[in-house]
């Protein structure tokens, strides 16, 4: 079946730190792969994207890969803001189902600290 | 822009009570989906719509329903709320096939007493 795993966290950085935050899915087809961001009190919003292996998402300086050889989409950004604070939710769509289902994972909380 | 509202922010409810959600979207997306977000948990899909009048059940439909009479609005009713329902829902909407975006209202947080 179609499952995404992600860094428990709560992780917790200083301001212009480095961010990684780990993500591997399991996928019976050929999944797109999203992470999304929620910031305190509001929904999930798109953060960034990949549809295919070896495409990289990116958005607000954050970046992530489609790695097929390891099942993964790790987050990373290379310097962290105070407003970077939020949880990070890592997804997958599979398009062998249709593509309209998505799992996601459990999210992980980052705070960062001036 | 996708603008999806939800009926509510927060809500108060008695255990026992109906409870309705509303989600209203005003692009429209094809796909609607109710979710519950649990501290640990992350999101659990309830269900889902692909057309008016259609629904499936996601992975935790025991003790909700849904209703889907527009292709705007997509509603989620507890039969009888309980206790264990208290949590964060979550309204998302899609278009078409093929592993688009999906894109969420702000969440109503329900409390069951």
């Known amino acids: 079946g179609n499952s995404v795993t992600q860094m428990e966290g709560p992780v917790t950085l200083s301001e212009e730190a480095f961010l990684t935050i780990n993500c591997t899915y399991t996928?019976?087809?050929?999944?797109?792969l999203f992470w999304y961001v929620q910031y305190p009190g509001e929904g999930l919003q798109l953060l960034l994207k990949?549809?295919?292996?070896?495409d990289k998402g990116s958005n607000k300086g954050f970046e992530a890969t489609y790695r097929k050889e390891t099942t993964s989409f790790h987050l990373e950004k290379g310097s962290v803001q105070v407003s970077d604070s939020a949880v990070y939710f890592c997804a997958l769509s599979d398009l062998e189902e249709g593509g309209n289902q998505f799992y996601f994972g459990t999210g992980t909380s980052l705070t960062v600290i001036p | 822009d996708v603008k999806v509202t939800q009926s509510s922010r927060y809500l108060v409810k008695r255990t026992g009570e109906k409870v309705f959600l509303e989600c209203v979207q005003d692009m429209d997306h094809e796909n609607m989906f109710w979710y519950r977000q649990d501290p640990g948990l992350g999101l659990r899909l309830i269900y889902f719509s692909y057309d008016v009048k259609m629904k499936e059940k996601g992975d935790i439909p025991e003790g909700y329903s849904v209703s889907r009479e527009k292709k705007e609005r997509f509603s989620l009713i507890l039969e009888s709320a309980s206790t264990n329902q208290t949590s964060m829902y979550l309204c998302a909407t899609s278009i078409g096939q093929g592993g688009n975006e999906q894109f969420f209202g702000p969440g109503t947080r329900l409390t069951v007493l």
């Open positions: 990949a549809t295919k292996a070896d």
């Open positions: 996928a019976t087809g050929y999944p797109s």
